[in-house]
């Protein structure tokens, strides 16, 4: 591969691409201008503002007693898998491929925090037949799920909705621990992401390096209670859904599933604190892990903005 | 070809493109902000302010007799072609193409002046054997060529160089008329064009349609003149140079050294008269003629900026 790295186009293409781009995120000062920001998508690049949200009241005010104070028992949609695998690639024993969603409850709040909090006190032998929950129905779930937060984070991103005219699309919320994975996706909304609790590590991979992300149409399936197996998941495929384009490489596993250009991915690293905001540009490919905060969870925000689909970036 | 567009990514990437964009240059109704200017820069759309350089002195105070006094017969240079082909790729009789840049000469600017008027004079079957000259240096020529005409044009575009972080790279001088044509090129420049005389028609293609404009190595030639015959231009090869990547298709041509793709080509045509300021994206393919104002010739000025090649769009 690499000898032919000059005179392979895709090759020279990745290549360029990362001698003419710096190999980590831009740390911004303070928060952008509208014009700032829109520097950075024009150029579809990422930036994190360290503490940039640090005086939203939800960075000062959330913390397990409060959440339990104004959500309550209020109804959350969950997102229940085996190994913290939500909407992952899972190989199958001959070698199939299928994109697994979780299983999706409706819980109360005080109850599903409760079990986040929980798997903090397993000893890690005891914690592979706990299946792993996850709050991230990714659907605008802030105001429809939890409206009594609204209060503590801003409507929107300012200096995003300057510029790119327009208010979010959807605002999500997003709880979970350690032991839950977002494997490698991409999206196409602009994204402006916020910590509030714990950390959030991200492993990005820009667009151009769609050749080494081995795309493959994946057929979908989704995890489901057991028959007669209290608290035990199976998978059930999707016989009828057509199968969907996915990654099904992953940079933390670079040898398994690789393209011939895999290896020239040059994946940035970047973890979050709590305060800090981060700008994820469209299409980017992320895989997301995350680290607990003091009480056992992480909590983060985001704000998904609909990409400019004109002009010729989305090619 | 139509009926395969649906099975090949590069015709469904360019249909696409014109489902998605306007097949008109956007019309503002004010010169932009730094951030609206960054917007079309970051869809790299191209954008014309109509009368937005009207207020220029230059708009206001260039005619014939003004260029006169100001520049009287100080040195330009001329580029000299036999039909008004600056820049443009020329077919020889046993088919091979070349690509001839002019005969450049030193001539004092009242002299080429009186020339390119003179055109105007000439009945068309008389002007055959006339060789076109054109003031279209394009290497920063305003401040060097005609320091004399600095005061009357601002030395930067504030919007573009707040948005672009940079002063322009280049400010160019155009005089020319309605015999000259530059054929259909791309710039690695982000270009504010600005019209002062006479009227400016554009053609232009979007980079996606680069499959349409049937780039070829093209072997380097130059005009020279013919040895014992005064004012006959001949082509000079140059048979040291690189042949270099040319686009060899003209939208005004269709049917003429066109690929499979210049089917799907849908040229933006736009007119620019005096007073109008024009954004022309970097990398778009654009061709260019003109017509005179009312002494005989047409006058422009642009400024490039440096295009940002880190992020994903100079791909």
Not at 36 to 44: D, G, L, P
Not at 88 to 109: K, R, Y
Not at 228 to 242: Q, Y
């Amino acid at each position: 591969m690499e000898s032919d790295t000059l005179s392979d186009p895709l090759a020279n293409l990745i290549t360029n691409y990362h001698e003419l781009n710096g190999s980590t995120v831009d740390e911004l000062p303070a928060v952008p201008s509208a014009l700032e920001f829109m520097r950075y998508v024009a150029r579809n690049r990422p930036f994190v503002v360290r503490g940039g949200a640090k005086h939203w009241p939800a960075c000062r005010k959330w913390n397990a007693t409060y959440l339990r104070k104004v959500i309550g028992d209020s109804t959350v949609k969950v997102a229940n898998t085996p190994l913290g695998n939500a909407d992952a690639i899972v190989e199958q024993n001959e070698g199939s491929l299928l994109f697994v969603e979780p299983h999706e409850t409706d819980e109360p709040f005080e109850d599903f925090l409760g079990y986040v909090q929980e798997d903090s006190t397993f000893p890690e032998d005891r914690l592979q037949d706990r299946h792993v929950k996850y709050a991230q129905t990714q659907n605008g779930n802030l105001p429809t799920e939890y409206p009594s937060l609204l209060a503590d984070v801003p409507p929107d991103v300012p200096f995003a909705t300057e510029a790119l005219q327009q208010p979010p699309d959807a605002q999500n919320f997003w709880l979970g621990n350690h032991r839950s994975t977002t494997a490698l996706h991409k999206d196409n909304y602009e994204n402006i992401y916020v910590q509030i609790i714990g950390q959030k590590h991200f492993v990005l991979l820009p667009p151009v390096e769609v050749a080494c992300a081995n795309e493959q149409p994946v057929t979908r399936a989704r995890y489901v209670p057991a028959s007669g197996e209290t608290g035990k998941l199976v998978i059930d495929v999707d016989e009828v859904a057509e199968a969907v384009p996915t990654p099904t490489w992953d940079p933390d596993e670079p040898n398994v599933r690789a393209t011939a250009y895999s290896e020239l991915s040059r994946p940035l690293r970047v973890t979050f604190e709590a305060g800090d905001m981060f700008y994820l540009p469209a299409m980017w490919y992320h895989k997301v892990s995350q680290s607990n905060g003091p009480e056992g969870f992480a909590v983060a925000v985001n704000y998904w903005y609909d990409m400019s689909f004109d002009g010729g970036f989305w090619t």
